[in-house]
């Protein structure tokens, strides 16, 4: 009994400094959004603002086109989360239910497209995008992440998980596809659904190299790619620098920690059971 106590004891401990160091640079980051400059660059570090200077946020929307950041970045990736997340539906319930000839080639090519980086590819969609006229644009922002195939198969496991039973009955009484799709499966499958719909607006927030490319022009910048450049062009406002690093991280670290039972329970498929 004393040994497992220890063991659970040194368990915790380990899981402590592990926390303490992820959680650690984020806390810095907030308080450091709020110091002033001397307080950002003494040594030892300042941990706590004797003030908290939230006229450092003022500044950096003074200096930098942040609310279009926000707005560009919002945009772009809601859009291909509703986007993706349609295609991704559709496939995913053509792959798990219909029957049609070749299923197996299109599966096994879709996997292995599944191996492909996208670093790979990213300069041949590049040139695709160019010679269509849409860089500095949104649609040339979020048309090569209109679909993927991990949510795709992601979510293909997940009505696998379905019994083919309740789609038979529900052609048996007259259903179609369609109707069977936003009656049945969405309802069933809300769970997976919105774990794919939150983690492709995750992504879609925090784009950076793709944005790089195709954008040149401060009024088509997402948030990355803005801070980026003001941690170039505000120099050694460090503070300035923080509170840009805090409005970039924050919104999305809230709508995490909102979701998070939601993300979980759509991983181990909780919907499903019983």
Do not use: C
């Not at 497209?113 to 979020?142: C, D, Q, R, S």
């Not at 069977?180 to 774990?195: A, D, N, Q, R």
């Amino acid at each position: 009994m004393k040994k497992i106590r220890i063991g659970n004891l040194i368990a915790y401990l380990v899981l402590a400094i592990f926390a303490l160091i992820t959680v650690f640079p984020f806390v810095y980051m907030i308080l450091g959004g709020l110091m002033s400059y001397s307080e950002t660059t003494t040594i030892p570090p300042t941990l706590i603002p004797h003030k908290f200077n939230w006229e450092n946020y003022a500044k950096v929307f003074a200096q930098a086109p942040f609310a279009r950041y926000f707005l560009n970045t919002f945009i772009t990736a809601s859009v291909t989360t509703i986007v993706s997340l349609f295609n991704a539906l559709l496939a995913a319930f053509a792959l798990t239910s219909l029957k049609f000839k070749g299923k197996g080639l299109v599966q096994s090519l879709l996997l292995s497209l599944l191996m492909v980086p996208g670093e790979a590819i990213i300069f041949t969609n590049y040139n695709t995008i160019a010679k269509m006229g849409l860089l500095n644009t949104y649609l040339g922002l979020v048309l090569p992440f209109l679909t993927s195939i991990f949510y795709m198969y992601y979510l293909q496991s997940y009505f696998g998980s379905i019994s083919d039973t309740i789609y038979k009955a529900a052609m048996i009484n007259g259903a179609s596809d369609w109707e069977y799709i936003w009656k049945v499966l969405v309802p069933m499958s809300k769970g997976g659904l919105f774990t794919v719909g939150l983690l492709s607006f995750i992504s879609g927030w925090n784009a950076f190299l793709w944005p790089l490319l195709v954008t040149n022009e401060d009024s088509m910048r997402l948030l990355n790619n803005g801070l980026s450049s003001f941690a170039s062009d505000s120099g050694s406002e460090t503070e300035l620098q923080l509170a840009a690093a805090t409005l970039t991280v924050l919104p999305i670290l809230i709508v995490y920690f909102i979701f998070r039972k939601q993300i979980i329970r759509g991983v181990v498929r909780n919907d499903l059971k019983g």
